[in-house]
């Protein structure tokens, strides 16, 4: 989850192997939380196993309520879809909310809300220790009496629970909490959301891959399999897919750095899955390790065709900002035990890429699809909603630089 907080990070000197190699650093930033027990269950911040059981209570006299989807002007005069939330709070300190699936919450957490509100308390905490900063710095995550209407980024179909959570001035879970259940419903998708379905070769003439792109929820999600599958990487990504996202106000369609989740892997123990990208320049390769920001965007050309080009990125750094474009990005593990971040595949292609409209697909050639995602504590704390910012930027607070 990004930070309204600007904080540097100097670049972290590094030892890369090729294929079956690791890059290391040490951790800092979204990574390491507090263990939650590995495996699928994630690395978020806790269910209070190092404090007493925390005791809830709905409180009678504050709300939280789902007021509706609207138009946002952003910066650019661009025009977005976003999510108004008002609420009624009372209290001295401050309340943080969260926005979770009634089944997600039931199978990541037995609907357990003590333990919800004490994890993503304990994350806040965390991420504010390892940005040198106070927890109640996070403009875009942590409110006070005093906030007016909430404006959040779009949320996709379903139905939904959203928590006002109080924290004390310690930012720990007091228990007071109030909750409003509400449904989104699917949208019927646009023109310009469709022309983007289907199959496309995406290359550089030296390197590419087959994608399949399938809807995920209209007019605003994407399904993407294909990435890192095919003779030209060693391994082989099959069981796993990318979200893009429908930006309406240009009608292109964005891949973002993602959490994937989080698994127990033979060799290395509990690892996070990641899709990361990566920048280049005269000291070599640099992954950019924030989550949630853009990476590269498919744009309409002459003849049907489209070009999946770089995104614009700023890294800030001791030593100033930085800005340059992405140079390829791939999906990483990234250790538990030893902090190491390491590729699945050496080689993936430079970036823009040209693509060309397919007719087979991943089903026509006998593939099995991807696996399908179970929600977990880890999952459900990176999947929550950013506050409504405006125009799309890619501002980087962390990096890995490989030597």
Same mark, same amino acid.
């Given at each position: 989850?990004?930070?309204?907080?600007?904080?540097?990070?100097?670049?972290a000197?590094?030892?890369?192997?090729a294929?079956?190699g690791?890059?290391k650093h040490?951790?800092?930033?979204?990574?390491?939380?507090?263990?939650?027990?590995?495996?699928?269950?994630?690395?978020?911040?806790?269910?209070?196993?190092?404090? $007493?059981?925390?005791?809830v209570?709905?409180?009678a006299e504050?709300?939280?309520?789902?007021?509706?989807?609207?138009?946002?002007?952003? $910066?650019?005069?661009?025009?977005?879809?976003? $999510?108004?939330?008002?609420?009624?709070?009372?209290?001295?300190?401050?309340?943080?909310?969260?926005i979770?699936?009634?089944?997600d919450?039931?199978?990541?957490?037995? %609907?357990?809300?003590?333990g919800?509100f004490?994890?993503e308390?304990?994350?806040?905490?965390?991420?504010a220790?390892?940005?040198?900063?106070?927890?109640w710095?996070?403009?875009d995550e942590?409110?006070?009496?005093?906030?007016?209407?909430?404006?959040?980024?779009?949320?996709?179909s379903?139905t939904?629970?959203?928590?006002?959570?109080?924290?004390?001035?310690?930012?720990?879970?007091?228990?007071?909490y109030a909750?409003?259940t509400?449904t989104?419903?699917q949208?019927?998708?646009s023109?310009?959301y469709?022309?983007w379905?289907?199959s496309?070769?995406? %290359?550089?003439?030296?390197?590419?891959? /087959?994608l399949?792109?399938?809807?995920?929820?209209?007019?605003?999600l994407?399904?993407?399999?294909?990435?890192?599958?095919?003779?030209?990487?060693?391994?082989?990504?099959?069981q796993?897919?990318?979200?893009?996202?429908?930006w309406?106000?240009?009608?292109?369609?964005?891949?973002?750095?993602q959490?994937?989740?989080?698994?127990? /892997?033979?060799?290395?123990?509990t690892?996070?899955?990641?899709?990361?990208?990566?920048i280049?320049?005269?000291?070599?390769?640099?992954?950019?390790?924030?989550?949630?920001?853009d990476l590269?965007v498919?744009?309409?050309?002459?003849?049907?065709?489209a070009?999946l080009?770089p995104?614009?990125?700023?890294?800030?750094?001791? %030593?100033?900002?930085?800005?340059?474009?992405?140079? %390829?990005?791939?999906?990483?593990?990234?250790?538990?035990k030893?902090?190491?971040?390491?590729?699945?595949?050496?080689?993936?292609?430079?970036l823009?890429?040209?693509?060309?409209?397919l007719?087979?697909?991943?089903?026509?050639e006998?593939?099995?699809?991807?696996?399908?995602?179970?929600?977990t504590k880890?999952?459900?704390?990176?999947?929550?909603?950013?506050a409504?910012?405006?125009?799309r930027?890619?501002?980087?607070k962390?990096?890995?630089?490989?030597?």
């Amino acid at each position: 989850m990004m930070k309204n907080v600007i904080k540097t990070f100097a670049l972290a000197a590094i030892a890369a192997l090729a294929l079956t190699g690791c890059i290391k650093h040490e951790p800092y930033g979204h990574r390491p939380y507090p263990d939650d027990g590995g495996g699928n269950g994630g690395h978020g911040g806790g269910g209070g196993n190092n404090q $007493e059981q925390l005791i809830v209570r709905e409180h009678a006299e504050w709300a939280i309520q789902y007021v509706g989807r609207e138009d946002y002007v952003n $910066e650019y005069a661009e025009v977005e879809r976003v $999510e108004r939330f008002s609420h009624k709070y009372s209290g001295t300190g401050y309340f943080i909310i969260r926005i979770v699936r009634p089944e997600d919450f039931k199978n990541a957490y037995n %609907s357990d809300a003590a333990g919800f509100f004490t994890y993503e308390a304990e994350s806040l905490l965390t991420d504010a220790k390892n940005d040198g900063v106070n927890f109640w710095q996070y403009t875009d995550e942590v409110f006070d009496a005093k906030t007016p209407d909430i404006l959040f980024n779009r949320l996709r179909s379903g139905t939904w629970t959203a928590y006002l959570i109080e924290l004390d001035n310690t930012g720990k879970v007091t228990g007071n909490y109030a909750e409003t259940t509400f449904t989104l419903q699917q949208e019927t998708a646009s023109a310009a959301y469709n022309k983007w379905l289907g199959s496309w070769r995406v %290359s550089n003439g030296l390197m590419g891959f /087959d994608l399949d792109i399938s809807a995920l929820d209209n007019n605003f999600l994407y399904r993407i399999d294909g990435w890192e599958r095919g003779q030209a990487v060693a391994f082989q990504m099959d069981q796993e897919y990318l979200e893009g996202e429908f930006w309406a106000p240009n009608g292109f369609l964005y891949i973002r750095s993602q959490f994937l989740g989080t698994y127990d /892997d033979d060799n290395l123990g509990t690892v996070d899955e990641l899709f990361m990208g990566n920048i280049f320049d005269s000291n070599g390769l640099t992954i950019i390790t924030d989550e949630g920001i853009d990476l590269a965007v498919m744009v309409p050309a002459d003849g049907g065709m489209a070009e999946l080009q770089p995104v614009e990125v700023t890294l800030k750094t001791d %030593s100033g900002d930085y800005t340059t474009k992405f140079h %390829s990005m791939q999906y990483y593990m990234w250790a538990h035990k030893t902090g190491e971040w390491h590729p699945y595949n050496a080689n993936v292609p430079q970036l823009p890429l040209t693509m060309t409209p397919l007719t087979r697909t991943r089903a026509d050639e006998g593939l099995a699809p991807a696996r399908e995602r179970v929600a977990t504590k880890a999952s459900i704390h990176h999947s929550q909603p950013k506050a409504a910012q405006g125009a799309r930027k890619s501002v980087a607070k962390k990096a890995v630089r490989m030597k």
